[in-house]
């Protein structure tokens, strides 16, 4: 029997998609136990859930808290009794939607990163026109360096493999041309270093319009980059929503237009969300963690802990330190 | 009487989109004579076209070129021949859609940089939520300095003051988080050198998902992160595209709907097109010289003249040259 550990007070909407989460995957799986952690006024809303366990806390990270300060003051707070507990073996994963640098750092201390693994890295899936592109690191580092830009090809390619079933999978360099000469000093350094080590099914550096056109399965970049992308792709999907929201609410024709599209648009929002996988795994770290977006909802939170289940059934993590020691 | 030199052989589809958007350039403005720069065979096609002059030339810089060696091997290419006419001030202003490499590199040796600018830079317009945000740099420097960051701000903030009349421009420095300690090393010193110039009008950080959303209006960022968002958001949309029309053709339903909503769908094509501002100034050059994108029809074309005229009549380089004096 698996037990998922997970943290109640992360998303923005703290704790009911949480609880929805917790309760629907129980439904659905008879053979996982979960610890869910959070403030004691939640034990109530919990204590009924068949195979949930409670953990009470004192304190909550705030999304606004620096990971840094964290660290000393809120020793108590649900991220770090969750990886605490993680660390005990008292479960198998820890999944938080909360501040990711506060499990990032909290991940760090408690856990320690992977023997071999320099830096851990977020990886994310951006829906392609293949299924999809995981791109890494999308925020754990603010500066990185050609090592660990190596090593954040070699664990995305462990992790698509194993969670998205892709034998062979293509790897890329994002950078600013397709030449090899193009690029900042990280990337031409890193490309060398991707020589070096004869990386088999490297493909060479891919554009910025090239993420979502299915070329690459996984795509390195550092952390500063990824995360101003995966948050600004974040940012046009919004404003196309709303674009096309105002636009419709304009005219009678649109409107019926829309009502004989629904379908369109709910594939549309279906292809966008996150909610399908749910978490992201932080690839590196010494146990397993996963992190949600702070405004998922519970479908997200459910996927998330069954996302967590395959990555540890499949034993992932072992799988990245082997091929990081070779 | 203003001049504009065109290159007729930049756009992927050269020279139709760039003779067409002279002709109806010619036909909307009688003030403007234009040099149109290209292979001689284009003369025929050129010489029945009111105020425009035709200069010949042997060679094209293509796209794969890589810029510093099209310095030494491609002088007599129509970027290189229609800079230099721009030197020799036969013409106020350059305006080409080809390998922008090229063009900077060819700017900079032939023109120079604007007294007192460490780095030229590419400014592009993101459409958000009210009108326009300028991004900068978006690709005309692979490395960035803290010092260039300040620049390109101080080189943006003239530009949306001048060309799209925003009174105060706010500036924001793109960054992985709103607070001070987040971000790189780059951020951090940049944001020092901001705190000691004690900018006006600088409102701090902003991340990727706030880029549309009309928080800033001019962007500050370095040139690798930029070009790579530049082009995602160019892949995002085409995506979205493709995804709609996918969808609109699997049922009779949808494609009634589509019908209907048509309207919504040219004007989402409008929002997201580069065709209404259609160049893009390299700002830091010591000339008028503006890019366009290798996809540019014949109305990105046409507006681009237009878009450098106003460039050219209000002076904005010189203005940027004593904000940076200052």
């Known amino acids: 029997l698996r037990t998922i550990i997970i943290d109640l007070l992360g998303t923005d909407r703290a704790p009911d998609p949480e609880i929805r989460g917790v309760e629907e995957f129980i439904k659905e799986n008879r053979r996982t136990k ?24 004192s304190e909550k990270v705030e999304s606004s808290d620096k990971p840094a300060e964290v660290l000393k003051t809120k020793k108590n707070s ?17 999944i ?5 640098g506060a499990v990032l750092a909290f991940s760090i201390k408690i856990l320690g990163r992977l023997n071999g693994v320099k830096r851990p890295a977020i990886c994310a899936l951006f829906p392609s026109t293949h299924g999809y592109a995981a791109v890494l690191d999308v925020g754990a580092n603010a500066e990185s360096r050609p090592i660990f830009l190596y090593q954040f090809a070699r664990m995305g390619e462990v992790f698509v493999k194993e969670i998205l079933g892709i034998k062979d999978p293509k790897i890329a360099l994002l ?4 030449e090899e000469t193009k690029g900042n000093e990280l990337i031409k350094k890193t490309r060398e270093i991707f020589e070096e080590h004869n990386v088999k099914n490297f493909i060479g550096h891919i554009e910025g319009n090239e993420i979502l056109k299915g070329k690459a399965d996984v795509i390195v970049t550092d952390g500063f980059t990824g995360n101003v992308l995966l948050k600004f792709g974040e940012g046009v999907v919004e404003r196309v929503g709303d674009f096309f929201k105002k636009e419709i ?8 237009g829309a009502l004989f599209m629904k379908g369109v648009f709910v594939d549309f929002r279906k292809e966008v969300s996150y909610e399908e996988i749910g978490g992201a795994p932080l690839l590196g770290i010494n146990g397993n963690v996963f992190i949600c977006h702070g405004r998922s909802n519970y479908i997200a939170i459910k996927n998330a802990i069954k996302t967590a289940l395959r990555y540890i059934e499949l034993n992932v993590n072992e799988k990245i330190r082997k091929v990081l020691s070779e």
């Open 78 to 94: 649900s991220i770090a009794v969750g990886l605490r507990l993680l660390k005990e073996k008292r479960g198998d994963g820890f």
């Open 249 to 256: 609410s304009k005219s009678f024709l649109y409107k019926i």
């Open 175 to 178: 950078s600013i041309g397709e």
């Open 96 to 100: 938080s939607a909360g501040n990711t």
């Open 34 to 57: 979960i610890i869910a952690v959070g403030f004691p006024e939640l034990e109530e809303r919990i204590k009924n859930i068949e195979r949930v366990e409670f953990v009470g806390v």
